[in-house]
C-alpha cells in the first residue's frame, strides 16, 4: 500500500515539475531565485538569506524546499554615484514525495545597476546567473504500472531506466530590474526574469525531455502613511510550460523604536495565490536581522485531500550596513 501511495504521488509529481520550479509563497524573501537582477540591490553592504517550506504537511514529506544565499556590493568606490555591481551566491535544496526526487544546486549571480539621478534614487540594472544543478531520482522508491498484477506486486519492472538515476546540468538565468523613488522614503520597482534559458535536458529515460524557461514579471510598491507606519506591496506572476501562477498581497509595518535607519519593524499582512491559496504573514525586524513567517491556507479543489494545509514557510534576512553607505530606497518585498 504505501509503494502504491508513493506510486500515485509520484504520478502528480510529474505533472507539477513539469509545470513549476520550486517556490516560495515568501518570494520577496528568496531574491536570487526570483530575480538575478535582485543581486547586490539592497541598502548596505552584505546580505545573507535563508528559506525552508513544507508544503502540505497532511502528505508527509510532499515537498520540502530549503535555500540559502548570501550577495554583496562591491567596487563602491570605483564605478559611478550611486552605481551598484553585486556579486551573489545561492544554494538550493528541493525533496519531492519523501524523498524521490532531490533537486540539489548552487549558483554564481552577479549584477550591476545604473543610477538615473544624480541621487540614485533611480535606478536601472541586469542580472545574470550560472547554476549547477544535480536532480536524482530513487528508483526504489517507485512503482511502475507493469509491477502490479493480478498476482500481486512483483517488483519488476520492464522500463528502460538505462539513463540511470542522476541528472547532472549547466542552466542559465537572467533579469532586469528597474527601482524607483520620488520622495526618498518610497520606493516602487518592476522586473522581469527568464530562468533556464537553455532549456537542459532532464529525463531518467531514452528520451529527451527539456525543462521549460520560467517566464517570471514581478513589482512591488513601499510607502510611508504615517511616522510609524508603512505599506509594503507586491505582486507576481510565473510562467513556466502550461502553469501559471499570480500572488498579490501587503504587509503593513509599524516602526517600534522610531529610528529610520536602524529600525525595529513589526510586520503583518497577507498575500493570495490566486484561485490555490490564502496566505497569513508575520515578521520581526531589528537591527537588519528580518524574520518572516506565513502559512498557505488551501482554497482550491485540493483543500479535502490537504485538509486545507497548504504549508508552513519561514524566512530570514540579514542586511549589514555600514557608515560609509548612503541609504538609498531599495525593494523589500
Not at 545604473?114 to 528508483?139: P, R
Not at 549547466?170 to 528597474?178: S, V
Request: charged share 15%; proline share 3%; hydrophobic share 40%.
Amino acid at each position: 500500500m504505501r509503494k502504491l501511495i508513493l506510486f500515485s504521488g509520484i504520478l502528480l509529481l510529474s505533472f507539477l515539475v513539469k509545470g513549476q520550479d520550486p517556490h516560495f509563497s515568501q518570494f520577496f524573501a528568496s531574491p536570487q531565485t526570483l530575480n538575478p537582477a535582485f543581486t547586490g540591490k539592497f541598502d548596505g553592504e552584505m546580505r545573507l538569506t535563508a528559506n525552508h517550506r513544507d508544503q502540505w504537511p497532511s502528505i508527509p514529506k510532499a515537498y520540502v524546499t530549503t535555500s540559502a544565499s548570501a550577495d554583496f556590493n562591491l567596487l563602491q568606490n570605483k564605478i559611478g554615484e550611486g552605481d551598484v555591481f553585486g556579486i551573489g551566491f545561492s544554494a538550493v535544496s528541493d525533496q519531492s514525495a519523501d524523498a524521490a526526487l532531490k533537486l540539489n544546486y548552487g549558483s554564481v549571480s552577479v549584477s550591476y545597476h545604473k543610477a538615473l539621478d544624480e541621487n540614485g534614487y533611480n535606478t536601472l540594472g541586469a542580472g545574470f546567473q550560472a547554476t549547477y544543478s544535480s536532480t536524482i531520482l530513487d528508483f526504489s522508491k517507485l512503482t511502475f504500472e507493469d509491477q502490479l498484477t493480478q498476482n500481486g506486486f512483483t517488483g519488476v519492472t520492464a522500463e528502460n531506466l538505462n539513463n540511470g538515476n542522476a541528472r547532472n546540468y549547466m542552466d542559465i538565468n537572467a533579469g532586469i530590474l528597474y527601482s524607483g523613488s520620488s520622495t526618498g522614503s518610497n520606493n516602487y520597482y518592476l522586473g522581469a526574469s527568464i530562468y533556464h534559458i537553455n532549456r537542459p535536458n532532464l529525463s531518467f529515460i531514452d528520451k529527451v525531455w527539456n525543462l521549460s524557461s520560467r517566464v517570471t514579471i514581478h513589482g512591488g510598491y513601499s510607502f510611508p502613511v504615517s511616522n510609524v507606519l508603512s505599506v509594503n506591496a507586491s505582486i507576481i506572476q510565473q510562467i513556466q510550460n502550461n502553469a501559471s501562477e499570480i500572488l498579490a498581497g501587503a504587509a503593513l509595518s509599524a516602526n517600534l523604536n522610531g529610528d529610520t535607519d536602524h529600525p525595529s519593524n513589526l510586520y503583518f499582512g497577507s498575500w493570495i495565490r490566486m484561485n490555490d491559496a490564502l496566505i497569513p504573514y508575520v515578521g520581526i525586524e531589528v537591527k537588519g536581522l528580518r524574520i518572516g513567517a506565513s502559512y498557505d491556507v488551501n482554497t482550491s479543489s485540493l483543500k479535502a485531500a490537504t485538509a486545507s494545509r497548504g504549508g508552513a514557510e519561514f524566512s530570514l534576512i540579514y542586511i549589514k550596513k555600514s557608515s560609509q553607505i548612503k541609504g538609498i530606497p531599495c525593494p523589500k518585498f
